[in-house]
């Protein structure tokens, strides 16, 4: 089953030690530019010493304009990038999807506190996109399942939970995340 997505622009955002060759990202991307939708998979600057500044102005100049035939994709430390990202421009899109985000410190990676030290407006993103979802895994070890939990909760975005998913990380064996699809599908 096919998307009807011509018009539609999806922008894939990677995380920390991330990039858009990595995982599931080219299946998805692919997937999507079949059916006629434009896809950006930015590279990310320095993604094993991320700065959210920069991350920032990345996004800026990918996708400085959005509207309801945008939808947003985060992985990681993509999610709360796209959310600020989101939030910052103050555009209305079509919808949101998260996989194994979160918008609070994470105990193990210090490194990305920068990201989180300020805190993002859950009422005002709810109201920017009338779509909006959480792909998370119950064994995920490095964004804890109650972190991404909370932020689905907090957005009011529709959860689906993968057993055994860990992080959707190629190692993990996804090079391909069907359900995500399955979300995009049921959007359009």
Known sequence: MSLNVAGQHYLIV???RGAPSAHWFPWLAEALRQDGATVSVPAMPDPLAPDPDAWAQTLEQTLPVMDSRTTLIGHSLGCITVLKHLQRVGASIGAYVLVSGFDRALPGLPELDAFTAAPIDHGRLRAQAPQRASIMSDNDTIVDPAASRDLATHLQAEIREIRGGG????????????P????LRKFR
Not at 167 to 175: A, N, V, Y
Not at 180 to 183: F, I, N, S, T, Y
Request: hydrophobic residues 35%.
């Open 14 to 16: 990677h995380g920390y």
């Open 167 to 178: 992080h959707f990380l190629d190692r993990e064996g996804f090079t391909q995340l069907p």
């Open 180 to 183: 995500l699809l399955d979300l």
